[in-house]
């Protein structure tokens, strides 16, 4: 098993990062801050104003780290990547899976019902928690309805003429009554962290504020992993091609975000480890995460990839911060051959 890389998160304004032989420096003001080897990395994300010398980028390119620009506030801006290591029989085959909308369809369910159980999953643990709270009733009616949609999705014939757009429409619909018991879930500072439905571009409250950015901190990682067992992250099965845009990185992602993702932001919430004071309102009515919340938020996540489970498919215990690089894996293996169908990600 590939053992647990690090990403470098660098959030300080005017940062320079530089080469020292295997060693990438992390300069501030001319000062070297802090020095790390290139072999503890697995990507680097850098925000806001932040700069990367040349010898540096040939040093990551040289290793596989993935180097990524992301605004201030969190919005991919690019990507820096060396050469494409893969099977290139491997990426013809995934294009020619991609091309063939059964083939695309067939996975595209199975995702779909990983991403509905956790959902499911979600929604029940928190029923459980707080078993006398009206709240409660809200979550296991959502859950029920979850149920009903997976029955709905196992119908789905991926041979059928349109089985794509049913499979999207019933996505669509289990995320509508998903988020409308999110709110159920906040047990914590209800007046500034409420959730009434989800707004991407932008968030228009702290709490999806705090989704949208660890969704996309979350897409880098599956990007990166992708890439490292050479499968092509912009060509996906469920997500269709678009330029600038990971398909096949949303595609997997969209299993992990409720036990990955969306537990970790109510984590932050509940236990009071973010508040109001960190975000503050732009004059569109974006709401934007303070430095300091995106660094508390930054290494929860960091620390969530630390934690273990036993993986359901391969029944052997990995870091969180393996999952995605495991299931990009387990997609190509599939797309070899190795397995008959991919198994998605279902958190027991």
Not at 262 to 267: H, I, K, T, Y
Not at 318 to 328: N, S
Not at 330 to 348: E, H, I, M, S, V
């Amino acid at each position: 098993m590939k053992r647990l890389l690090n990403t470098l998160y660098v959030t300080t304004q005017g940062t320079y990062l530089a080469r020292e032989g295997e060693t990438v420096l992390i300069r501030v003001e001319g000062e070297t801050r802090l020095r790390v080897p290139i072999h503890t990395l697995g990507s680097i994300v850098c925000f806001g104003q932040v700069s990367v010398s040349p010898p540096l980028m040939e040093l990551c390119g040289e290793r596989q780290v993935l180097i990524s620009f992301m605004s201030e506030h969190g919005r991919f801006l690019a990507r820096v990547q060396g050469p494409v290591n893969g099977n290139v029989l491997l990426r013809r085959e995934q294009y020619r899976r991609a091309d063939d909308l059964a083939a695309s369809a067939a996975i595209a369910r199975s995702i779909v019902a990983a991403k509905i159980a956790n959902c499911k999953t979600v929604l029940m643990r928190g029923a459980r928690d707080r078993p006398e709270d009206p709240g409660g009733v809200h979550l296991t009616k959502a859950a029920d309805w979850l149920t009903g949609q997976l029955e709905t999705l196992r119908n789905v014939v991926p041979n059928d003429i349109g089985a794509l757009d049913a499979i999207r429409g019933i996505e669509g619909d289990a995320a509508r009554a998903y988020f409308s018991a999110f709110d159920h879930l906040i047990s914590a500072q209800k007046d500034v962290f409420f959730f009434r439905e989800r707004s991407r571009r932008p968030p228009l409250d702290p709490l999806n504020t705090l989704l949208s950015f660890l969704y996309t901190i979350l897409a880098h990682d599956m990007q990166a992993a992708l890439e490292g067992v050479g499968l092509d992250p912009a060509v996906g099965f469920f997500h269709r091609d678009r330029p600038g845009r990971p398909s096949l990185a949303l595609d997997i992602m969209e299993e992990l975000r409720p036990f990955f993702v969306d537990r970790l932001v109510l984590s932050l919430v509940n236990r009071r480890q973010v508040n109001e004071k960190g975000f503050e309102t732009s004059e569109s009515g974006a709401v934007i995460m303070k430095d300091d919340t995106r660094k508390e938020a930054l290494i929860a996540y960091q620390k969530r990839k630390q934690e273990e489970i036993t993986h359901p498919f391969l029944d052997e215990k990995i870091a969180l911060g393996l999952l995605p690089h495991v299931q990009a894996m387990l997609c190509a293996r599939y797309l070899r051959g190795d397995l008959d169908a991919y198994p998605p990600f279902f958190w027991k």
